[in-house]
């Protein structure tokens, strides 16, 4: 049954800051069931033609996906990916979902009292004497702390505004598309504050299994978030385009938030490295074939096998097509809980064949940079066996639109008063801290505008579109 309701979204000490109670129409489908979504006979034909397709191709992708493992994902420098990207280098960009740029920051040396550090490195000591000042910093687990609640540290703030990381940032906006009209601006990053990482050699704390953000049942709940996926679930999946940004700014994220769900339309997540860090070295994993992977999350749940795993002697069995069925009774979507991001594993989603596709980032060292889709399947290594500390500043390229400027200025409210921002766990957070970041240590006037300290200009030759979403946040922020 559809209904429009009115939401009024609290978020929860845990999950995010009460510093937001947002307020806005939802489209929802009550207690979907998947049969809802297999249509009429001919929306049948074309999932059961269009599956079979599919698990045909993921059985020939999960074979290149071993043997070529990091070679599956592409690798460039800053200076090939703002100035002359190849057709080929943004085909391979596409087709994984996944991206390292090497040299994001530069390798420049600075000095930093007598030592000579490359710039991450002097951001990585700076953080550490930021955590040592400041003894009451929280993080995660509390006793062994690989991952702290800092969000507004000086080199922080200056590695979110360095010139280079927006430029960065507009350049993998910028493989996103957006017709003329729409309303979202994919030459603005915002800026989206974010915690930061050091994983210390011999961590099996820090794992996260493969898993994808963006909610979990909201892909089928929301009714713009479900058009993203519209050619998927009409069985056509060759034709998605998991690039088109057009419905996932309206897309709702979060009918139920919990931890780790965010309102904001993170178009890449992203870390930069603040170290030397190869595969078994507390690194990410990614499947690297966002299309294929994203159409069988998307069908899975209106299929179901006719005989179990466990009646094949062969698994080949088990997966071919001829085994699948459309389901009509079930009321599952398989590791989609409400409350929750989206869930994978070897059980639920066995056509993937997680066990054996899930790729180690290539090596990265200081300065570098790690980006994936916000559909990508992505987890962390179980286990660091490294030897030194893997350290990063999650960064992520966040699009401007009307929705992700009213995050900007809820967050721009916690980042004056130093509390946790709003998509995180609340508390007083770094609000008496010594030696926190302030406005002045943004380094680009992109920066300012992307924290909402300063309004978006109205420059000349900008799309409709872009001219009337800078003009709407710049309204939202009180310009
Ligand atoms: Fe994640």
């Known amino acids: 049954m559809q209904a429009a309701i009115k939401a009024r979204v609290e978020k929860k000490e845990g999950s995010k800051s009460s510093i937001s109670h947002r307020t806005f129409q939802i489209n929802v489908a009550n207690q979907l069931v998947p049969s809802e979504l297999i249509g009429d006979k001919s929306n049948q034909q074309a999932l059961i033609s269009g599956w079979a397709r599919l698990v045909t191709r993921l059985a020939v992708v999960s074979d290149e996906i071993a043997t070529q493992q990091q070679q599956t994902i592409p690798e460039t420098s800053y200076d090939e990916l703002v100035s002359s990207p190849s057709p080929e280098l943004i085909r391979r960009i596409r087709q994984c979902g996944s991206v390292v740029i090497h040299g994001t ?115 089928w709940e929301d009714l713009s978030y479900r058009k993203v996926y519209e050619k998927i679930l009409q069985g056509r999946w ?113 056509h993937l064949e997680l066990l054996r596709t899930m790729v180690r980032m290539p090596k990265v060292y200081p300065g570098d940079s790690v980006w994936w889709h916000s559909d990508v399947i992505h987890a962390v290594e179980s286990k660091h066996q490294g030897k030194i500390p893997a350290s990063v500043f ?23 008063s130093g509390r946790p921002a709003p998509d995180f766990p609340g508390g007083t957070g770094e609000s008496d801290f010594v030696s926190r970041g302030t406005g002045d240590d943004l380094l680009t006037v992109e920066g300012r505008e992307g924290m909402g300290l300063v309004p978006f200009q109205l420059t000349d030759g900008l799309s409709e579109g872009e001219l009337q979403v800078r003009k709407a946040a710049n309204a939202i922020l009180g310009f």
């Open 105 to 219: 920051v530069p390798q420049n040396q600075v000095a930093m009292s007598f030592l000579i550090l490359p710039k991450a490195l002097k951001w990585l000591e700076e953080t550490k004497e930021y955590i040592k000042l400041n003894p009451r910093v929280k993080g995660f687990p509390e006793d062994d702390k690989q991952v702290y609640e800092v969000y507004w540290s000086k080199p922080q703030q200056e590695a979110r505004s360095h010139p280079q990381m927006i430029k960065t940032q507009a350049a993998l906006l910028g493989i996103f598309t957006a017709p003329p009209q729409c309303q979202v601006s994919l030459t603005t990053p915002l800026v989206y504050a974010d915690r930061l990482r050091i994983r210390t050699p011999g961590d099996a704390t820090f794992a996260l299994g493969p898993h994808m953000d963006g909610g979990s049942i909201e892909r």
């Open 238 to 350: 060759e034709e998605f385009d998991a690039w088109d940004i057009e419905n996932r700014t309206n897309a709702i994220q979060d009918l139920y938030p919990g931890p780790g769900s965010t309102g904001v339309f993170r178009s890449w997540q992203g870390w930069t490295s603040l170290s030397e860090t190869g595969p078994n070295e507390g690194t990410l994993l990614v499947y690297p074939f966002i299309k294929e992977h994203t159409a069988y999350l998307l069908m899975r749940p209106l299929f179901k096998p006719k005989h179990e795993r466990s009646e094949f002697k062969d698994d080949k069995d088990f997966l071919a097509p001829d085994n699948w069925e459309l389901d009509f009774e079930s009321t599952n979507f398989p590791g989609s809980p409400p409350y929750r991001n989206q869930e994978l594993n070897d059980e639920t989603h066995p």
């Open 394 to 416: 999650y960064i992520p390229a966040v699009a401007l639109t009307a929705r992700n400027a009213e995050y900007i200025r809820d967050q721009r409210a916690t980042f004056h």
